[in-house]
């Protein structure tokens, strides 16, 4: 099943494990179907399954410039702070697997329960060790060039 787009935000890495049906991968109009896609075929075990991850702000970040700010061309910067939050949610949360027909779905929501209510602190300690050696992961640095009080355009 296609994902729809997410909602710009900033971020680090995304990944999504599946198969992607050939047919859908050249339609540049659409994200591409991905199914799950075979783990293990070994023995007689047949595992397959599907997830995304991505290490990315959870939520969008709103950037508001007033117009001396655009005159002045200020830049302004969107952060990644929620580093295990959003991989741990993203990555357990959308978790499928099935082992020779036997759904396993249960698992990845059993594991995001354990470790989601660390995500917060090791999301705050990672920031903090980062910021502290002068580094950062997921900015995005915005600059508004200008504006054109008109007609409503919507762009993307």
């Known amino acids: 099943m296609a994902r729809p787009p997410s909602p710009p935000r900033p971020g680090?890495?995304?990944?999504i494990l599946g198969?992607?049906?050939d047919?859908?991968?050249?339609d540049f109009n659409s994200n591409p179907w991905i199914g799950a896609a075979t783990l293990v075929n070994a023995l007689g075990i047949k595992v397959t399954g599907s997830t995304h991850a991505e290490i990315a702000q959870t939520n969008p970040v709103s950037l508001v410039?007033?117009?001396s700010e655009i005159a002045a061309g200020t830049l302004k910067t969107a952060k990644t702070t929620s580093f295990t939050g959003s991989l741990v949610g993203s990555l357990f949360g959308d978790l499928k697997l099935t082992v020779a027909g036997i759904g396993l779905g249960i698992i990845g929501p059993l594991i995001e329960?354990?470790?989601a209510p660390l995500a917060p602190t090791l999301d705050l300690t990672i920031a903090t060790l980062l910021e502290s050696?002068?580094?950062s992961l997921g900015e995005a640095d915005v600059q508004v060039y200008g504006v054109r009080c008109q007609?409503?355009?919507?762009?993307?």
């Open 19 to 21: 198969e992607v049906n």
């Open 151 to 156: 007609h409503g355009v919507l762009v993307g």
């Open 65 to 67: 410039f007033s117009s």
């Open 12 to 15: 680090v890495a995304k990944l």
């Open 133 to 135: 050696l002068g580094l």
């Open 23 to 26: 047919h859908t991968f050249g």
């Open 113 to 115: 329960a354990l470790i």
